[in-house]
């Protein structure tokens, strides 16, 4: 039997209430999924993070509760609830939770 999938969309939600917060782990859920950009929502624990990367297309991050060290290009951001940061395309970026922190991701493949 398959699962079937909660359909957010029409629905007034609190974003902070979509993830919850796992000891020792990063948990993540998939607002939107399209081949125009994704939405994506994290929950870190403090001292998680992903590790430097890159990516083709820029990347609004929007934090929701907590606080996180965003390290873009070599440059560390102190971000805290409620800032947000653009992390350009193909600039190398890190992120690591100074507490617990949540983040709303936004990426616009164009």
Known sequence: ???????LAGKALAMNGLVA?????????TLIDKPVGTITIFAFD???GL??????YDAFVQILDGEA???IAGEPHHVTAGQMIIMPANQPHALKGIKNFKMLLVMIRA
């Open 21 to 29: 917060y796992q000891e020792g782990t990063v948990v993540s859920r």
């Open 1 to 7: 039997m398959s699962e079937k999938k909660e359909t």
């Open 69 to 71: 060290e965003i390290t």
């Open 46 to 48: 403090e001292g998680q």
């Open 51 to 56: 590790s430097e990367h890159t990516a083709p």
